[in-house]
């Protein structure tokens, strides 16, 4: 079992940056693959990023390529997303997920979620 908690949303202005964590529990937390997902209002919860349990794979979503990067601190139990150039379409409640090994940008594949963190970015 694994249970996470996000942190470090928040209200931002365009352009500016936001790093979130996340707080994973458990003693198996580097062999998980992370991941992270947004769902906006009205919208289908999408992939943003995700990093394997080696930490050396990562993926992204093609809007947020080149502005967001993911890490992972296995001693801290923590992955975390920096958020730089934001854009108000970034606004969203962000969640990250869990899932043995290697990561996907397939959210049904992921067995554990936190509770999310608002990302609100004014215009």
């Known amino acids: 079992q694994v249970q996470l908690v996000e942190s470090g949303g928040g209200l931002v202005q365009a352009g500016g940056s936001l790093r979130l964590s996340c707080a994973a529990s458990g003693r198996t937390f580097s062999t998980y693959a992370m991941g992270w997902f947004r769902q906006a209002p009205g919208k289908e919860r999408e992939f943003v990023a995700f990093?394997?349990?080696?930490?050396?794979?990562?993926a992204y979503a093609d809007s947020v390529k080149g502005r967001f990067t993911i890490s992972r601190d296995n001693a801290k139990n923590t992955v975390y997303l920096q958020m730089n150039s934001l854009k108000p379409e970034d606004t969203a409640v962000y969640y990250c997920?869990?899932?043995?090994?290697?990561?996907?940008?397939?959210?049904?594949?992921?067995?554990?979620w936190g509770q999310g963190t608002q990302v609100t970015v004014s215009s």
């Open positions: 990093i394997s349990w080696i930490g050396g794979s990562t």
């Open positions: 997920a869990a899932r043995r090994y290697f990561g996907s940008a397939n959210y049904g594949e992921y067995n554990y």
